[in-house]
């Protein structure tokens, strides 16, 4: 279990909101940012780690999430993007459901601690391949699903959908990961100030 403290509940939050707004990249873009998805594909695999900072290689490689969750937390009305608002709370509906669902959190914890295959950027869309499908057994059988908009051409090509169920599964792990640091809507709305200074400093 993490430290239960702000610090915590920031990384986590802006690792998914870096997953989302690469989701949405992809999805009408068709555009893979390697050095942005690694630490993110990475911190799925990380099952055992007790310090929440080393799920994500380092938390450098988060400044892009962290900067985009400190502009919708205290941005001006051009920064808020809504799209991935919207991810933030489908993935939140989505996590409440699996812990309801013994099955799949099983499967998923079996399946992701035997893995032992290093994350680099060269091996990404290996690891994508294997999450989407590992997503598809298991993720994909709690409703509500999560529903990606984005321009079709990108969203039927099959490196990018693997590409989006993985981050999208790294979002669900760095949801859990912030509710175990504490995190909660409440404290987003009671710390919002707060969370936005330590975005620019983790």
Do not use: C
């Not at 989701?23 to 929440?52: C, F, H, M, R």
């Not at 690891?127 to 993720?139: F, G, I, N, Q």
């Not at 959908?161 to 981050?167: F, K, T, V």
């Amino acid at each position: 279990m993490f430290k239960r403290e702000l610090k915590n509940e920031t990384i986590a939050l802006g690792a998914i909101y870096q997953a989302s707004n690469e989701i949405k990249k992809i999805a009408w873009e068709g555009i893979i940012t390697k050095n942005i998805v690694q630490p993110l594909i990475y911190s799925i695999y990380q099952t055992t780690s007790e310090d929440i900072e080393d799920i994500y290689i380092n938390t450098k490689r988060l400044n892009p999430g962290l900067d985009f969750l400190r502009k919708q937390l205290v941005g001006d009305a051009f920064s808020k993007d809504a799209e991935v608002t919207r991810y933030f709370e489908a993935i939140g509906i989505l996590v409440k459901n699996m812990k309801k669902n013994e099955k799949v959190i099983l499967s998923l914890r079996d399946e992701l601690s035997n893995s032992s295959k290093e994350v680099r950027e060269d091996n990404l869309d290996d690891h994508a391949e294997t999450l989407s499908k590992l997503y598809l057994r298991t993720v994909s059988k709690v409703e509500p699903r999560i529903i990606v908009n984005g321009d079709n051409k990108h969203l039927t090509d099959s490196k990018n959908a693997s590409m989006i169920r993985a981050l999208l599964m790294s979002a669900i792990r760095s949801y859990i990961l912030w509710q175990q640091s504490g995190g909660s809507k409440l404290r987003i709305f009671l710390f919002r100030k707060k969370i936005a200074e330590l975005a620019l400093r983790v």
